[in-house]
């Protein structure tokens, strides 16, 4: 073979491993998502207003009544956790409505004859619903600073919370991408999805212990895996904060549960495109 023929021959690129092209492909999605945010974030400051305000009003308000025993530890700083885990979980559970506009546009199309896996994609939309998240997260950090909330800022304490809130938020952010594909419509949507947010809420830990629930509630939270990443926040949040339960399970769970729903929405997510 000849020089010139050497130069003419096209370059032949090796396809990267499969779990390498996956990853790839959840984090183009994610970026994509990620990018309509730097055109409009005044969607983020609006939804920040609402957990702003539980902390501002409510929380000083109860921590003056005293009406929710907490132990040794302020009230403020029991709720600040938990205000942050709604605020992830209000922004996460209306993220399908925006799936739903994919489909309306036909952006949903494009993205099923790509070449990246339903999985992949699927898994991309979870990544930025957790990833928005971050920016809810600091808002509520500088108003808990402010009203003198015993913050940790130790490295691994920060590590381990955004870590909880990206896993939390992708986890609740995929619960709606379920709730989209088998509604598939806005308005039943939106009924549902407010429907869904309050009873998950006041179905964890985030306003008070779980030892002031009755049974039947007790139960209800166990199996809710707001409980387990209000936890572990708080752990990780709160200087001389007590656990509920071990941090390893906290992840366990909420890992878990972001694995089995991404499975789920991967079988149908095809079925928004009908």
């Not at 920016?135 to 800022?153: N, S």
């Not at 941090?247 to 549960?257: N, P």
């Not at 694995?259 to 009908?274: E, G």
Request: charged letters at 15%.
């Amino acid at each position: 073979m000849t020089s010139l023929e050497r130069a003419e021959r096209p370059a032949v690129w090796a396809e990267p491993p499969a779990a390498v092209r996956f990853f790839l492909d959840a984090w183009t999605i994610a970026e994509g998502e990620l990018r309509k945010l730097r055109h409009d974030p005044t969607e983020l400051f609006t939804r920040a207003v609402q957990p702003l305000l539980w902390l501002l009003v409510f929380g000083q308000v109860m921590a003056q009544t005293r009406a929710i025993p907490t132990g040794n530890l302020p009230y403020e700083d029991f709720l600040a956790p938990g205000i942050l885990a709604q605020s992830a979980l209000f922004s996460a559970i209306f993220f399908g409505i925006a799936v739903i506009w994919e489909r309306d546009l036909g952006v949903l199309h494009k993205y099923l004859v790509s070449p990246a896996s339903r999985s992949a994609l699927v898994t991309g939309k979870a990544l930025a619903g957790g990833l928005r998240a971050l920016v809810q997260a600091a808002m509520v950090y500088v108003v808990a600073l402010a009203i003198g909330v015993h913050l940790r800022f130790d490295p691994l304490s920060l590590i381990g919370v955004v870590l909880v809130v990206v896993i939390g938020s992708a986890a609740f952010a995929t619960f709606s991408l379920v709730i989209a594909c088998l509604v598939r419509t806005r308005e039943r949507f939106m009924g549902i999805g407010q429907i869904l947010t309050m009873p998950l809420f006041f179905a964890s830990s985030a306003i008070y212990p779980i030892d002031n629930m009755p049974d039947w509630l007790k139960v209800v939270a166990h199996v809710n895996p707001l409980t387990y990443q209000v936890d572990a926040l708080r752990e990780l949040m709160v200087q001389g904060a007590p656990e509920t339960f071990p941090l390893a399970l906290d992840f366990a769970v909420l890992i878990g549960s972001t694995v089995i729903l991404i499975a789920i929405a991967a079988r149908l997510y095809p079925r928004l495109a009908q």
